[in-house]
């Protein structure tokens, strides 16, 4: 019998996810430090996220949903009647309403996102807006193979994967994951994809360290998620939110900096920190439209339409499979 006490302590520190307190403990022990940007979004991550798009510097949301108005209707004419729109971290699902308002063809969506309350939040909203949608949410890391519904094998499918998320990912990494998502679907097949641009330094510095300090939250927040799920004891204000520009990958970087030296517990192991020493949270790689198309060839997706928005430019391609 548990005492109620007993109860209560545990109930502040849930089991923690395994792959989390490996991949932390991993990325803590090696030189430089790093950490995967997928766990940014817990649900406070998620609602970070959502913040860091409403700022003034931040333009890729707005930018690519003003894409997305101007091109959803063209899209449409495209698709097959039935087609699933299969989407990679949907969060909020803002996005997919441009195209759900163009498309009457899209009859089922599948959302996936690794944060469940961003994603039942965002299927109830669009339940009570589309009700002749079928909408099958899925919590799942979409860097793993998905598990489809068997009732959908042979619809025709439109995958969505926007937000430049797959610029997060190192080359092969990105290669592999829209090779993966190639073999996965059928003749025909598609792929809308956003991937922001490269352009000038300051535009994208400023877009990954906002003057309202959100950004930096959302950078910080990661530290406080370690402290709750992994029992970390990180002060995250000794901490320092650094956004660099690394030309040579063509991407802005993401660090969490010491402001000093100092040793940090995690799981009941020891990590210690120079002064300066920095971890890396996050890449955010930019392309140019030859790097993205030739990467997506590289997958095996062949270009059918491309769209280059204004400055700051931001890129919409549509592949077929
Ligand atoms: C949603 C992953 C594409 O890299 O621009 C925003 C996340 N990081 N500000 C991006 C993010 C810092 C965003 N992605």
Known sequence: VRLAQDVDQSSDAPDPDPEFMSDVLAGLTRQPKVLSPKYFYDDRGSDLFEAICETPE?????????MLRRIAP??????ADDTMLLELGSGASIKTRMLLDASPKLSVYVPVD???DALHAASERLRMDYPSLTILPQVADFTRPLEMPASLKGQPVLVFFPGSTIGNFEHDQALALLRG????????????IGADQVKDPATLHAAYDDAAGITAAFNRNLLQR???ELDGDFNPLSFR?????????????MHLVSTRAQIVSVAGRAFSFEEGESIHTENSHKFTRESFTGLAAEAGWVLEREWISGAPSFGVFLFRA
Do not use: C, K, M, Q
Not at 60 to 66: A, D, N, S
Not at 74 to 79: G, N
Not at 241 to 253: C, G, K, L, M, Y
């Open 241 to 253: 939110h650094e956004a660099r520009w690394n030309p040579r990958f063509a991407r802005i970087e």
């Open 58 to 66: 931040y333009y890729p949301t707005r930018t690519e949903i003003g």
């Open 181 to 192: 998502l190639r073999r996965g679907l059928g003749a025909g097949d598609r792929l809308l």
């Open 226 to 228: 370690i402290n709750r």
């Open 114 to 116: 690794i944060s469940p």
């Open 74 to 79: 063209e899209v449409a004419s495209l698709l």
